[in-house]
């Protein structure tokens, strides 16, 4: 069975032939430089900004668009990535190292967290300059003409299409992007929550202009052939989420269905994703967005696999299954199928799973682990073995 046709059976509730794998949020250091078998750029943020530091513009590229191919290729993935690669020039600032992980680029500096990879802003105009600064950030985003966003989406998009899209098609996948809403990753997400309180017509504002964006980038996209988009950005933590669920009924909820209903009048499905304890908002989250599915499944947040397929198994599709922050990470290769034949004998059922760890393959994985995962997924994941819950 060609990959996407996994997938479409997958998501529409039909037992494929396997159950399909596809990591949406990356594969990095050291698992990348396992699995490709040298140092890579593609799962190590640090190593792509050392080459352009030095401006090996063209180099970063070139190894970005092989390491991507040969990863989803030897992984086996179901679903390509619509990912931009890095430009063959400079444009903007060059990164700057600061040393401990530390680079400034522009006026925004940024840190490297050696534990997980994870590549963060730690400090920006809108963190020193607060709520002036941030209402002057949306004030520039409302002013820009949408025909200025579409002009600086389509030359990246053309180049995507002759080169990562070009492989995609030889390998039969199914096309997936990723538009998000929270700034979570933004040196000034505490700030954003409180206008939740202080300020809330500023978070309308700015959420309606990042949907502005994700649909113009959206329309492109299924143009170029995507086919799932994640809509995600994290909205709770392990305890439950970052904000009253009234508020996110309110603010956010009502931007996540515009979009859902935008891709869906396409042929386009919506998967939510969010770590987390979701269950305050579950109803919210998975029923009244309209999405088709669930991305990012925190069991160590309470998400519990067998209650959420009871549930809502049979309209949502449900991805992920192995926890990346302990099982995959500190836990033993019997540990990791165990975990892995739990997740697909309790998801996988009637179709509507694909499998993935709960949030990404971060530094902090043992490659071992994850290729544990992928081996089990592929002796226990067959539908011809009559997959039955467990």
């Known amino acids: 069975m ?10 529409l509730h039909e037992e494929p032939d396997r159950v399909p794998v596809y990591e949406p949020y990356g594969v990095w250091s050291p698992t990348a430089d396992f699995i490709l078998g040298k140092p890579s750029v ?44 890095p430009p063959a020039e400079a444009r903007g600032s060059r990164p700057k190292p600061l040393g401990g992980g530390l680079y400034k680029i522009g006026g925004t500096t940024y840190r490297i967290v050696p534990e997980t990879g994870v590549f963060l802003e730690v400090d920006s105009e809108i963190r020193r300059g607060g709520l002036e600064a941030l209402e002057n950030y949306v004030r520039r985003m409302e002013e820009e003409p949408t025909s200025e ?33 929270i700034p979570n990753s933004k040196s000034w997400f505490t700030l954003f929550l409180k206008c939740f309180y202080l300020r809330p017509s500023l978070v309308e504002r700015y959420l309606k202009e990042r949907t502005r964006r994700n ?34 009924r309110r603010y956010i909820l009502s931007e996540i269905r515009r979009e859902t209903w935008f891709l869906h009048k396409r042929g386009v499905f919506a998967f939510n994703s969010s770590d987390g304890n ?20 925190q069991t160590t947040a309470g998400m519990d696999l067998r209650l959420l397929k009871e549930k809502f198994g049979d309209f949502i ?74």
């Open 2 to 11: 060609e990959p996407r046709e996994r997938v479409l059976r997958a998501i």
């Open 215 to 248: 649909l113009e980038y959206m329309r492109l996209a299924v143009d170029f052939g995507a086919e799932l988009f994640y809509i995600h950005g994290d909205i709770a933590d392990n305890r439950g989420p970052f904000i009253a669920p009234c508020l996110y």
């Open 42 to 85: 593609l799962g190590n943020m640090a190593r792509r900004l050392d080459l352009e530091a030095r401006g090996e513009y063209e180099k970063l590229r070139r190894l970005f668009i092989e390491e991507s191919y040969e990863l989803v290729k030897r992984l086996k993935f179901d679903i390509g990535g619509l990912e931009f690669p």
């Open 149 to 181: 966003i579409v002009d600086r989406l389509q030359e990246r998009f053309q180049d995507y299409l002759e080169t990562l899209g070009r492989l995609w098609a030889r390998l039969g996948l199914m096309i997936a992007g990723v538009a998000g809403h």
């Open 317 to 390: 599709c449900f991805q992920g299954g192995v926890d990346c922050a302990f099982t995959l990470t500190y836990g033993s290769t019997a540990e990791v199928e165990r975990e892995t034949i739990y997740a697909i004998k309790t998801l996988s059922p009637g179709g509507g799973h694909i499998l993935c760890s709960s949030n990404s393959i971060h530094s902090g994985v043992k490659p071992s682990n994850y290729i544990t995962m992928l081996k089990t997924a592929r002796k226990y994941g067959l539908y011809s073995r009559r997959l039955k819950p467990s």
């Open 278 to 297: 979701l269950w305050p908002i579950i109803d919210d989250y998975l029923i009244k967005s309209g999405v088709d599915g669930m991305m990012e499944i």
